[in-house]
């Protein structure tokens, strides 16, 4: 279907961009206009007219109305619709050099065919604009590499057409994923796969907060909802003790049990999210109402870089950005963000002592999932650096979290792509909004609740 709309729209774009030429000779074939004295003249005035105005008006509705296709969002339709006009664009433009050819041999070049040929590359410039415009804007996947690199080769040939090929090989992608992902949405939304016994809790990590407008999560927790499942969030600060951290997420527990009803909760937990949420269950009285914890690259053992880290810095740089970040988060909400506490926290000895005295509840479900990255430049910075770093002292590792400091109750393994790549700290947690090839991150959390669900969790 999509070939046969790219043909007609091929063919749109040719009639559309030639219109001076072929308007010309069709006017010099049919002679000058009729005086519109009578009702036949008349029609055959606006006849006439409407052979140059439908083109013309079909050709912009094509450059402003967005591409419409069933279950993609306005943003990726608008994308699908930039893609469209690029490749039409080439279309049209391998179409139109021998067109312009075999008219150039059979009716000459003159300054007709000439001002054509300036009219038409406008045209399609302005048509490709229109498409490069639409994917550079509304793609989440194109990173800012390539944009940047676009900027400033973009007339440098044939660098351009490599970037260009490697641009709209990452927007079909990315428009394939968004298809697929709605399929077997579709296919399943009766199943209610992920609607678990008790509604689940997604507790953060240290240093961001649950935002309205930026989810923490990405887009796991909408395509989980599309799956039944009932989602809410740990609502803790964004840097204070564990133990603090774990009085709030306390608070939030009770919080969703008065809302729902439900006796328990799930929660999954990512990074120091799973601290706060072990001192929760076993120091502030909520195993009995914690169904199961899943960890998701947890220092449970704490991290050896941060011990390093804190020990050798300068007191002064520590208090320093300490301070400062203390003071960003206040004006971002937090009541009494505590930055150092809690680092501290994380460091390899507090986990050891914590570890002696936390001692996990027999009736709870405790899971544990783990990521490790291959290759630094797979992920952006600071990540891509730490991950070297952090290799030295704890082995390999997430970016900021080892893979041996992440197992806690039942380890459900290691989670790797192809060998080359790995997944990072923020790659788990679908922060960045990437599509990693060979790997769903959204579909991984799918099948978390719907494994919790078969457990009658």
């Given at each position: 279907?999509?070939?046969?709309?790219?043909?007609?729209?091929?063919?749109?774009?040719?009639?559309?961009?030639n219109?001076l030429?072929?308007?010309?000779?069709?006017?010099e074939?049919?002679?000058?206009?009729?005086?519109?004295?009578?009702?036949?003249?008349?029609?055959?005035?606006?006849?006439?007219i409407?052979?140059?105005?439908?083109?013309?008006?079909?050709?912009?509705?094509?450059?402003?109305?967005?591409?419409?296709?069933?279950?993609?969002?306005?943003?990726?339709?608008?994308?699908?619709?930039?893609?469209?006009?690029?490749?039409?664009?080439?279309?049209?433009?391998?179409?139109?050099?021998?067109l312009?050819?075999?008219?150039?041999?059979?009716?000459?070049?003159?300054?007709?065919?000439?001002?054509?040929?300036?009219?038409?590359?406008?045209?399609?410039?302005?048509?490709?604009?229109?498409?490069?415009?639409?994917?550079?804007?509304?793609?989440?996947?194109?990173?800012?590499?390539?944009?940047?690199?676009?900027?400033?080769?973009?007339?440098?040939?044939p660098?351009?057409?490599?970037?260009?090929?490697?641009?709209?090989?990452?927007?079909?992608?990315?428009?394939?994923?968004?298809?697929?992902?709605?399929?077997?949405?579709?296919?399943?939304?009766?199943?209610?796969?992920?609607?678990?016994?008790?509604?689940?809790?997604?507790?953060?990590?240290?240093?961001?907060?649950?935002?309205?407008?930026?989810?923490?999560?990405?887009?796991?927790?909408?395509?989980?909802?599309?799956?039944?499942?009932?989602?809410?969030?740990?609502?803790?600060?964004?840097?204070?003790?564990?133990a603090?951290?774990?009085?709030?997420?306390?608070?939030?527990?009770?919080?969703?049990?008065?809302?729902?009803?439900?006796?328990?909760?799930?929660?999954?937990?990512?990074?120091?999210?799973?601290?706060?949420?072990?001192?929760?269950?076993?120091?502030?009285?909520?195993?009995?109402?914690?169904?199961?914890?899943?960890?998701?690259?947890?220092?449970h053992?704490?991290?050896?870089?941060?011990?390093?880290?804190?020990?050798?810095?300068?007191?002064?740089?520590?208090?320093?950005?300490?301070?400062?970040?203390?003071?960003?988060?206040?004006?971002?909400?937090?009541?009494?963000?505590?930055?150092?506490?809690?680092l501290?926290?994380?460091?390899a000895?507090?986990?050891?002592?914590?570890?002696?005295?936390?001692?996990?509840?027999?009736?709870?479900?405790?899971?544990?999932?783990?990521?490790?990255?291959?290759?630094?430049?797979?992920?952006?910075?600071?990540?891509?650096?730490?991950?070297?770093?952090?290799?030295?002292?704890?082995?390999?590792?997430?970016?900021?979290?080892?893979?041996?400091?992440?197992?806690?109750?039942?380890?459900?393994?290691?989670?790797?792509?192809?060998?080359?790549r790995?997944?990072?700290?923020?790659?788990?947690?679908?922060?960045?909004?990437?599509?990693?090839?060979?790997?769903?991150?959204?579909?991984?959390?799918?099948?978390?609740?719907?494994?919790?669900?078969?457990?009658?969790?």
């Amino acid at each position: 279907m999509k070939k046969y709309r790219r043909t007609l729209e091929t063919i749109l774009i040719l009639i559309t961009i030639n219109i001076l030429w072929w308007g010309v000779r069709l006017h010099e074939f049919l002679g000058p206009f009729p005086a519109p004295d009578s009702a036949g003249a008349l029609l055959t005035c606006i006849g006439r007219i409407l052979i140059y105005l439908i083109p013309a008006t079909l050709f912009l509705t094509l450059e402003l109305v967005p591409c419409y296709e069933k279950g993609l969002s306005v943003r990726l339709q608008l994308l699908s619709g930039g893609y469209e006009l690029i490749l039409t664009t080439i279309y049209a433009l391998l179409t139109e050099i021998p067109l312009l050819i075999v008219v150039a041999v059979n009716f000459g070049i003159d300054k007709l065919f000439l001002w054509n040929m300036a009219a038409a590359y406008c045209l399609l410039l302005l048509h490709y604009l229109n498409g490069f415009w639409r994917t550079a804007f509304y793609s989440s996947q194109l990173g800012l590499g390539r944009r940047v690199a676009m900027f400033f080769f973009w007339w440098i040939f044939p660098i351009n057409a490599f970037l260009m090929f490697r641009w709209c090989r990452v927007v079909r992608r990315e428009l394939i994923t968004a298809r697929d992902k709605y399929l077997l949405d579709s296919t399943r939304v009766q199943n209610a796969v992920c609607r678990t016994r008790y509604p689940v809790i997604m507790v953060h990590g240290i240093c961001f907060r649950d935002w309205q407008h930026f989810n923490y999560w990405g887009r796991i927790p909408k395509s989980l909802k599309q799956n039944g499942a009932h989602i809410y969030y740990g609502q803790q600060q964004s840097a204070i003790s564990v133990a603090d951290s774990a009085a709030e997420l306390k608070a939030e527990i009770e919080h969703v049990l008065a809302e729902t009803g439900a006796e328990k909760v799930n929660i999954i937990a990512h990074s120091k999210g799973g601290l706060d949420s072990r001192y929760a269950i076993s120091k502030l009285g909520m195993a009995p109402y914690v169904a199961s914890l899943t960890t998701i690259n947890t220092p449970h053992r704490g991290c050896k870089y941060a011990d390093v880290l804190l020990d050798r810095l300068p007191k002064g740089l520590i208090q320093y950005i300490t301070r400062r970040y203390n003071a960003l988060y206040y004006m971002l909400g937090d009541e009494r963000p505590d930055l150092l506490a809690g680092l501290n926290d994380l460091r390899a000895t507090s986990c050891e002592q914590f570890n002696e005295e936390i001692i996990d509840s027999p009736d709870v479900y405790y899971q544990s999932i783990a990521t490790g990255m291959k290759r630094p430049h797979n992920t952006f910075a600071p990540l891509n650096f730490t991950y070297l770093y952090i290799k030295i002292y704890d082995g390999e590792n997430d970016g900021l979290v080892s893979i041996d400091s992440a197992k806690w109750g039942n380890f459900l393994g290691t989670i790797t792509t192809d060998p080359k790549r790995g997944l990072s700290h923020a790659d788990i947690i679908d922060l960045v909004h990437r599509d990693i090839k060979g790997f769903d991150v959204s579909e991984f959390y799918v099948g978390l609740l719907s494994d919790l669900k078969e457990k009658g969790l």
